[in-house]
């Protein structure tokens, strides 16, 4: 059984073969744009964290390699102890040398060294006299400065050698491209730059626009435009730059990947984890109240992950949470799935409503009013029944949770001049739908020991409190 979710096996010949999302035709379409547009641009691939970029990309590099073209992959969050990112873009551009390109790959270093010369500070004389009473000192300090003035005039000086050395680079860049290209551009991906240094995502942008802009270049960069904005706002110390319009400067063409089908990534999560090993287990198969509890946990997070705001690694979270903890349960425990599954989603995704029924620090109302805003309300009959038998149980074992000595107190009572039951409480899901929820509610109090479960039953679980030996 999995605690994690590994990364995704990509085979050589078929790389989206292992692809459960159905993104290979988001690929086919980049790698069309790519071989239109083969003169060199910029394309951000830009999607939230957490939504399988990272894969994607390494898919489609593997994709773009079977089509003939020159690849490089740069995972720049984990090249960023390196100061000077064009070291590390020269690095990865090396691996592309051949015995015929070598010379010309020398060539083109040595410009990158003349452009990666940086000037010394200087401590100008003015600040030893403010802050530095100790004669001595001042002093030394200020026969380093006069050197340091002589190597800052050399720079001045030099401004028009460096500004020749950027050209000759590019144009000795250039020519080492032309001769790796084999009538398709070289495609350099970089990605997690959003997750870098905000200085040295900032550098990777700069350096890409001055100095890799060459014929035959596609880069890629695999980005969060809203986390990459925000590393800028940093390196620039405001909240009030436009970091949007900043990112246009280096960005020419923006594509964002859409969402997958969350039932079809729910059915393989469910799988990838292994939850059919014990909810089809024979065992289990031999208590009929249990015997829909994998088709109902299925239900219940396809509904919860219908959610737009929840990622994919969060879903992973969710279900890696849920199979460890179901080891707790012995084969004739109640699970109820609705509502085990919804706490395991609110302790990775939300995480504060979690801690308030822990805590038990908000009442039956609140508690419907944070459901409401957790779960997505659907149109369709089954959907919202779901959502009904969730909040049902919601209510009863958080009732019970909060006093267990009253725990025989229910959420309807018997009007015995109408003969009939009545609600105690709404349903916040459909207010309409009273008898359907009262139907729900009866039904949760009806089956034989379920009615009497309390959050505790779950908290213990969720937190690994309980024996996982089962």
Not at 281 to 286: A, N, Q
Not at 370 to 382: E, I
Request: contains cysteine; charged residues 25%; negative net charge.
């Amino acid at each position: 059984m999995n605690i994690k979710h590994n990364e995704i096996d990509i085979p050589e010949k078929d790389p989206f073969s292992s692809c459960k999302l159905g993104r290979k035709k988001y690929a086919d379409v980049l790698s069309n744009i790519v071989n239109s547009y083969s003169f060199g641009f910029v394309l951000a691939i830009n999607n939230k964290w957490g939504t399988g970029k990272t894969t994607f990309v390494k898919m489609w590099e593997q994709d773009l390699k079977n089509r003939g073209h020159k690849t490089l992959y740069f995972n720049a969050w984990e090249n960023d102890f390196e100061d000077n990112p064009l070291t590390a873009l020269m690095g990865e551009l090396k691996s592309l040398t051949t015995i015929s390109t070598e010379p010309q790959f020398k060539s083109t270093l040595k410009k990158a060294a003349t452009l990666s010369k940086h000037i010394v500070p200087i401590v100008a004389q003015a600040i030893a006299d403010k802050y530095i009473n100790t004669e001595g000192v001042k002093e030394a300090i200020e026969g380093v400065t006069k050197g340091l003035t002589d190597v800052f005039e050399n720079e001045v000086y030099g401004y028009a050698e460096k500004k020749r050395s950027i050209a000759e680079f590019k144009e000795y860049l250039g020519s080492f491209i032309a001769n790796t290209y084999e009538g398709k551009p070289l495609v350099f991906i970089v990605d997690e730059l959003d997750r870098c240094r905000p200085n040295y995502a900032v550098s990777i942008l700069e350096q890409i626009k001055h100095f890799f802009s060459v014929p035959n270049v596609v880069f890629v960069l695999s980005i969060d435009k809203v986390q990459l904005g925000n590393a800028v706002k940093g390196v620039y110390g405001s909240d009030f730059i436009d970091s949007d319009e900043y990112l246009r400067r280096f960005i020419d063409l923006e594509y964002s990947i859409p969402l997958p089908n969350e039932e079809l990534y729910c059915e393989y999560l469910y799988e990838y984890f292994d939850f059919g090993e014990f909810f089809d287990s024979l065992e289990r198969s031999k208590f009929g109240e249990l015997r829909y509890d994998g088709a109902n946990f299925l239900k219940i997070s396809k509904l919860l992950f219908s959610s737009k705001s929840i990622s994919l690694r969060q879903q992973e979270k969710i279900f890696a949470l849920a199979r460890v903890a179901l080891r707790s349960f012995r084969h004739n425990n109640f699970v109820v799935p609705h509502i085990f599954l919804f706490l395991a989603y609110i302790k990775i995704a939300n995480h504060e409503f979690y801690e308030n029924l822990k805590n038990k620090s908000i009442t039956l109302q609140e508690t419907q009013i944070n459901l409401l805003h957790t779960v997505v309300s659907t149109v369709y009959d089954d959907a919202e029944y779901q959502l009904m038998w969730l909040e049902g149980c919601l209510l009863v074992y958080y009732q019970n949770y909060l006093d267990i000595k009253k725990s025989k107190e229910r959420l309807y009572k018997y009007d015995a001049e109408l003969g009939v039951d009545k609600l105690l409480i709404d349903s916040v899901i459909n207010k309409e739908r009273r008898v359907d929820f009262l139907n729900v509610i009866t039904s949760i109090y009806g089956i034989r020991n379920s009615g009497n479960l309390n959050l505790g039953y779950f908290f213990n679980r969720l937190e690994l409190l309980e024996d996982l030996s089962t």
